[in-house]
């Protein structure tokens, strides 16, 4: 017999290959969108936190944060107007500046 796969397993890569067309239809500035979400979301975790060690244990645990384990959100929060600053444009200068 083999084994079904666990709905969690089909919700993360449901979230993943989401993500992955977001990145193919709009570039990397998905990836930074992602990114800046799913710290936003841990801002409260993480004041908390008092040590390198600690800050490490929040990252470590993102992908069990609501957020995180519900990819239509993600992306909703993801693509808010607040977070439209993050452009390639805006990429690509950071990138020159500091390369």
Request: aromatic share 10%; hydrophobic share 40%; net charge negative.
């Amino acid at each position: 017999m083999h084994d079904l796969p666990t709905p969690e397993f089909l919700e993360t890569l449901q979230a993943v290959l989401r993500i992955w067309d977001c990145l193919f239809y709009e570039g990397d500035p998905v990836l930074f969108r992602i990114a800046v979400t799913l710290i936003e979301d841990l801002v409260p975790s993480l004041v908390k936190c008092s040590s390198t060690d600690d800050v490490l244990q929040v990252f470590s645990k993102t992908s069990a944060t609501p957020i995180a384990s519900d990819c239509h959100r993600l992306l909703q929060v993801a693509f808010d107007k607040d977070k439209d600053f993050i452009t390639s444009e805006k990429l690509n200068e950071i990138r020159a500046k500091y390369s």
